[in-house]
């Protein structure tokens, strides 16, 4: 007779080998991400020393290389932490059917990073039956738009995670006024205070996905109206992350649907010499998304599991 866990163990070695490539993957991105940038002709008229807009004393080089340096920060911080490092985990979901998402960041961060992935795939799919589909917004310079994506995991996370559901969570639920207490809140709030239902987060989380949602069509350069289940469903996702696992695991998840994918997509582009719409439909890149999409179902399957079994359990 099959238990839940000889069922997590027969999958174990599939799903660990899949989270292994996409890690690796990553690390791949960061050489990926300063070749495009520093070494190829992405610009086009513009190149690596081209002034930020409204911050003219930075080059878009420079503002890169800050914004590189801290996710590589947070990149080992998440690899090695907080209790165990990343290879060490994943032998537990080999040999013992169970994945320890609280004793190592980038476990979490590359298993929600799928599920994400899957997730904005079938939104896509059900919206394109109806005759919905998602365009970006159109670029006047591959470059900067580059830099932009790169730039905005930090920003964004900051914003609507950290102001949006981490100082309110922080209002209800905290009962001291430290500095040390108040940030270590922010940077994780399921840890730092004293929750004890679920619902109330789950309302502010939904909520500021919502406007997470909304932003995406209308600021800035808008994305298409296909875009606001994507990106409120993405929302979600990343709020709870935020409010689970911590900024750390949010940013980089953001991290990955952004630098690390982009990073590929634009070397591709400038080593084939294509468009970057072209890129897309490399056949890499068709690789790396059937690759997210197989751990998607793995990662969303494992926590269907280990859901229902502790329901059974406690009736």
């Known amino acids: 007779m099959y238990t839940p866990n000889k069922v997590l163990q027969g999958i174990g070695i599939p799903h660990s080998a899949l989270l292994s490539v996409i890690f690796g993957m990553m690390i791949i991105s960061f050489p990926l991400g300063a070749f495009v940038m520093f070494h190829t002709e992405l610009g086009d008229d513009i190149n690596f020393e081209f002034p930020l807009p409204n911050l ?99 920003i964004e996370e900051i914003g609507f995670r950290v102001i949006l559901i981490g100082l309110p969570l922080f209002t209800i639920y905290s009962h001291r006024n430290s500095l040390k207490h108040f940030l270590k809140c922010l940077w994780l709030p399921s840890k730092h205070l004293h929750i004890f239902e679920l619902k109330r987060v ?33 929302g979600i996702i990343l709020g709870w992350l935020y409010f689970r ?6 940013i980089l998840v953001h991290w990955a649907t952004n630098y690390f994918i982009f990073s590929y997509v634009n070397f591709i582009s400038q080593i084939n010499l294509v468009s970057i719409e072209t890129a897309f439909l490399h056949p890499l890149l068709t690789s790396m998304e059937l690759i997210f999409l197989i751990s998607g179902i793995l990662s969303a399957g494992i926590l269907l599991v280990n859901y229902f079994y502790s329901k059974k359990s406690i009736c």
């Open 245 to 250: 696992f911590g900024l750390i695991a949010s």
């Open 202 to 234: 789950m309302i502010i989380i939904i909520i500021v996905a919502v406007f997470f949602g909304l932003a995406h069509i209308i600021f800035g350069e808008p994305w298409s109206i296909g875009k606001f289940a994507q990106a409120t469903a993405s």
């Open 56 to 154: 003219e004393i930075i080059s878009i080089g420079d503002g890169f290389i800050i914004l590189w340096s801290i996710y590589i920060i947070l990149f080992t911080i998440a690899m090695l932490g907080p209790k165990e490092e990343f290879f060490k985990n994943l032998s537990n979901l080999i040999s013992k059917g169970k994945l320890k998402t609280n004793s190592n960041y980038m476990v979490a961060i590359t298993k929600w990073f799928s599920i994400l992935i899957l997730v904005s795939a079938v939104i896509n799919f059900i919206q394109e039956g109806f005759g919905i589909t998602t365009v970006p917004p159109s670029s006047e310079n591959d470059l900067i738009q580059f830099f932009n994506i790169s730039l905005a995991p930090l």
